[in-house]
């Protein structure tokens, strides 16, 4: 391993007598929040401008687990607020993610690139795909080969509203030939990108390119959205079975996160061990 690669995966490792920045860890939803708190635990809570901060130590390393909430907005104001009061040594984007690519329930996916594409596929933010870190995420490809889980790397997508039909889904991919598919990654590496922070999106694979989502949950995203949820549930009770299939799923997922963080956490380069 040579020593520029060392220094990289060594980011958020304290070395002796001094003390570096905290790693920071990005989640969406509390579902997501709870499988990574799974496999790292945390012993206190910090409130920056309203948000909530779960903070644990691991191996000498300290990391902060935070939900920004579902979407671009919420995940660049979010983060915004994090490292603005704290400094950060490395960003982890996590989570659930549709797979744009043949994989199955679970995958791992390692994003090599993000881009955001607003409404009606729009480019938007610096308007070019943001890098995610070389060298963590060779250490990531490594771990999952290690630990025998099924793993793509590619370019993801962010988009500011749920993908729910499958057609749509085909249609990003054959214009972005990207693999995978999120709403908060490129925001996030957005911010990354402002603070010179380095950046990996690492996320299980919640839904297929071939399925619809069993109805357009941005109904629910909306301030007055639930009551239109609801009342499209009921208009279409066929949805229920797709939404025990999406819990299933995503219980999957949930589990397969959970798994890598302790893979990752216990492994030689993860947040478990020094190196160098």
Known sequence: ?????????????????SSTNPIAIFVATRWELQAVRRALATDRVATIDGVRCHIGQRGG???????????????????????????????ISTGFICALEPAQVGDLIVG???????????????????????????????????????WLSGP??????????????RRLRDR????????????????AYERTVPMVIVRTVSDLAEEDL????????????WMLGIWALVRHPSSFAG????????????????????YYADSDIGLGRRIG
């Open 1 to 17: 391993m040579s020593d520029s690669h060392v220094s990289a995966l060594s980011a958020g490792r304290p070395h002796s007598g």
């Open 61 to 91: 390393v300290v990391y902060w687990l935070v939900q920004t909430g579902v979407g671009p907005l919420a995940a660049g104001r979010v983060a915004r607020k994090v490292l603005a009061a704290q400094p950060m040594s490395l960003l």
């Open 112 to 150: 090599t690139e993000v881009s955001s594409i607003g409404f009606e596929g729009v480019v938007t933010g610096t308007g070019v795909g943001l890098l995610c870190d070389d060298a963590v995420r060779a250490g990531c490809y490594t771990v999952a080969k290690n630990r025998g889980m099924a």
């Open 156 to 169: 993801v997508i962010s988009v500011s509203t749920v993908v729910w039909q499958a057609e749509e889904k």
């Open 176 to 191: 972005t030939q990207a693999i995978g598919l999120d709403m908060e990654s490129g925001a996030l590496a957005t911010v």
């Open 214 to 225: 069993p109805l357009d949950f941005n109904l629910f995203l909306r301030p007055t959205g």
């Open 243 to 262: 939404l025990s299939r999406l819990g299933r799923q995503s219980r999957m997922a949930a589990d397969r996160l959970t798994e890598w963080f302790r």
